[in-house]
Structures are given as structure tokens and as C-alpha cells.
């Protein structure tokens, strides 16, 4: 069974926050939980912000409950926690799959060829065509175009 802690009410109307009993923030001070609640379709809903330690304070969790009644009578941006957390989380993603398209559109030769052509080449072709391949990149491309990414426009003006 899990621990059982019992929720404080804070001054501020919807706010409110729980200690944990083993738990400590600073070396003394229990750490505490906050959480907001709020009505949503004639609902009670609530939902966790964090921990103190996290960073979470009262005047925090108080800021980001007026934030989110704002948004929500405004109808710009989250209404809610979840949807805030979501959108992070889209937001993220994105930036990770711009990052790796980034990344693969300036891949450099010389990576290409160390980490896909050269590799693939030692399992699927012959030890002797491998070395030759390998050696002949190493001393006669490497030097020159290695360092150029791929994408790069290599045509020669006439």
C-alpha cells in the first residue's frame, strides 16, 4: 500500500498542496506537492503541478492557476495543465525531428562513409574489395571531400 498524505489547503482558492512524510526539502522541511483544482463542466478537476524541490512555490503554483483561467476564459492557449504538458511535449518532438533533419541534410561525406557506406560495404562485399574501397577512400577522397556535406552544390561554373 501506498503512502497516504493528507492535502493542506493553501490561502489561495484552488491551490492547495501535501508534505511528504519521509521526504526532504532543505534538511529539515518536509517537501511538498502542489496541485491546482478547478471547475470544468460542472467538474471538479484537479491536477499535480510538482514538487517544492522541483522548483514549485506557492506563488508559482498560484501565477500558473491564474495563467491557465486566463487561457481557458480567453480561449487562447492551454486551459489546462495536460494540454500545456502536451503542447511541451509536441513542441519538443518537433524541435527533435527539425534537429535530425538538420543534422541529415549536413551530414559530411566523410561521416556517410564511416558510418553507413564503409560498414555496410565490410558486410556485404568481400574482405579484399573492402580493403581496396576503404584504402582508396582514405587516401585519395577523405582529404579532399570528406569534410564537404552531401547536400553541398559541387558543380563547377563554366
Not at 529539515?28 to 478547478?38: L, S
Not at 555496410?120 to 580493403?131: L, S
Request: charged content about 35%; aromatic content about 8%; glycine content about 6%.
Amino acid at each position: 500500500m501506498g503512502l497516504i498524505m493528507k492535502w493542506i489547503d493553501t490561502p489561495s482558492k484552488g491551490v492547495r498542496y501535501r508534505e511528504h512524510p519521509n521526504r526532504k526539502h532543505g534538511k529539515v522541511r518536509k517537501d511538498k506537492y502542489y496541485a491546482i483544482r478547478y471547475q470544468k463542466n460542472g467538474k471538479r478537476k484537479e491536477e499535480g503541478l510538482g514538487w517544492e524541490s522541483d522548483g514549485w512555490t506557492l506563488d508559482k503554483a498560484i501565477s500558473e492557476l491564474i495563467r491557465l483561467k486566463e487561457a481557458a476564459q480567453k480561449g487562447e492557449g492551454p486551459a489546462r495543465m495536460a494540454e500545456k504538458r502536451f503542447l511541451e511535449y509536441k513542441r519538443k518532438e518537433s524541435e527533435q525531428v527539425e534537429q535530425k533533419r538538420i543534422e541529415k541534410e549536413n551530414i559530411t561525406f566523410a561521416k556517410f562513409m564511416a558510418e553507413n557506406y564503409l560498414p555496410q560495404c565490410e558486410r556485404d562485399k568481400k574482405p579484399k574489395t573492402y580493403d581496396t574501397e576503404e584504402t582508396l577512400y582514405r587516401i585519395h577522397l577523405a582529404g579532399t571531400i570528406g569534410p564537404l556535406p552531401l547536400q553541398q552544390d559541387c558543380s563547377i561554373a563554366p
